[in-house]
């Protein structure tokens, strides 16, 4: 990937001062566990990048040797927690192996997007998670500019996968008012994501980069909040990013995640619709993400969402004025909701806690007995009925690509499991009523992509791992709830 000369020193430079940074002997009145030296030294990648073939197979031996460790220290089957794991400094160890060119880096990238996936989002890592954000914004400028019509590599997916899971956990901390103290990394990390025109240059031609550019933008918006040169950071950490459209999703969550009886709480999850769409992008798209993870362990709550994306859920008589995704079908949602959405349906379609039972529904609803309404049960949306609005130019381009894309996941998901050989055929099917549309291989080829490094990075952590974003709901939930907002019924 080319990169000017000039601009590696300066990269070389600012990651040798994170590192000491980071490394550097707690204070005592510091709240951060300060990480070890690093293992993994600046001579052995000037080494490893500059070997001749003949004496690049020790070295080889010995990255992976070192991998191995700092996988170890990443306790990547444990969870992320236990008596060899070091998270914080196994995350300044992979930002700085991950320097070594050639295949060797892709497999370096699939550890740290594991454990940004698994690690529990402590403060004690808030350190070496400035750390990888302001590595991962200086790998993205090193890309280079994408080639029209073609799909992504292992490593643009893998960097936009590890860039995406550092900025939501610097969003998970500010709303948890964890990063009072931490003037100086929000000060740098404000420095590097000043200008983001190389996120238009490495993921332009497909929304997937438009979302990311408004991840970094909203989150560049909180840092700016949160570091005000004119007032002192104690004025400013408690500013509070939470909303009520989220604060009803956490209660609903919580109903879920306790087993209690969902019909008991449905009051909030329909409240929580009437918001979405109105607040933040941060709030809204953290929304989706909470309720996909309910619809994956309540089917009710499925389907109410897919009776939603039709446009006849009724609208929550306590917010009148407030219609969020409520008011209108899929085809009136922005883009953004709509793709989440998408998102949503081919995550239950294959992680649903009923998997044959919820994969029914997400691909195909038809009319759904669960929802009622005047006693008359409603029509809901599932992939396939979202291919039939399409083929009738009900949706733009953006939401046209997640559908393709969205298929395409399900399509490599399904196809090699003998007893889903129906399933892979249908969706099959579906994906061809697309194949005409301007870059559908490409689009093709990023969805498998996509998969296939998804698929890679999950064999690396335990089969009952919890991710990131269900941790991070917990938390919240633990920390706002029961004070905020009382389970109420409809």
Known sequence: TPSTSSSTTTSSTTRQSLLDRISAPASPNSKFIKAAPCEVSHDFINSYNNAETLDRTNLETKASQLLQRVKR?????????????????????LTLIARCKGPFRIEVLKVLYASLLSAAPSIDNIPSLFLSCETVVEWMKELGCSIPGTP????????????????WRVYYH????????????????????????????VYANYPDGELLLRLLEAIKEVVSEMFQKNKPLVET?????????????????????????????LGSLITCLSFLGTESFLNSVLVMKLLTIVCCKDYLALQIMQAAATGKLPISSENAEIVGISGSGIQ??????????????????????????????????????????????????GLLELVKLN??????????????????????????????????????TALQTAKDSLGYRAIVGIGQTKWKCWAEVRSELAPDTKH???????????????????????
């Open 73 to 93: 220290r990443a306790g990547l089957q444990l969870g992320g927690s236990g008596k060899h794991v070091h998270i914080p400094r196994s995350w300044v160890e």
């Open 152 to 167: 992504w590599g292992d490593t643009h997916i893998l960097t936009y996968n590890i860039a995406e899971l550092c900025f």
């Open 174 to 201: 500010a709303l948890l008012h964890n990063l009072e103290g931490c003037e100086s990394f929000l000060s740098d990390l404000s420095w590097h994501i000043e200008n983001l025109s190389f996120v238009k240059k």
């Open 237 to 265: 950490a408690r500013i509070s990013f939470m909303s009520p459209g989220l604060m009803h999703g956490l209660d609903f969550y919580q109903c879920v995640r306790n087993l209690i009886d969902s019909e008991t709480s």
């Open 332 to 381: 009136g949602w922005n883009w953004i909701i709509a793709t989440e959405f998408i998102n949503m349906l081919v995550y239950t379609a294959i992680y649903g806690e009923n998997q044959r039972k919820y994969k029914r529904s997400a691909i195909e609803a038809g009319i759904m007995a669960s929802v009622k309404i005047d006693s008359e049960p409603v029509e809901g949306y």
């Open 391 to 428: 083929s009738q130019g009900a949706f733009g381009l953006a939401v046209q690509y997640a559908l393709q894309q969205g298929l395409s996941k399900l399509y490599q998901y399904l196809k090699n499991d003998p007893l889903r050989r129906s399933g892979a055929h249908v969706i099959w």
């Open 468 to 490: 990131f974003f269900e941790q991070m709901f917990d938390t919240l939930t633990e920390h706002y709830m029961p004070e905020a907002v009382s389970p109420t019924s409809t």
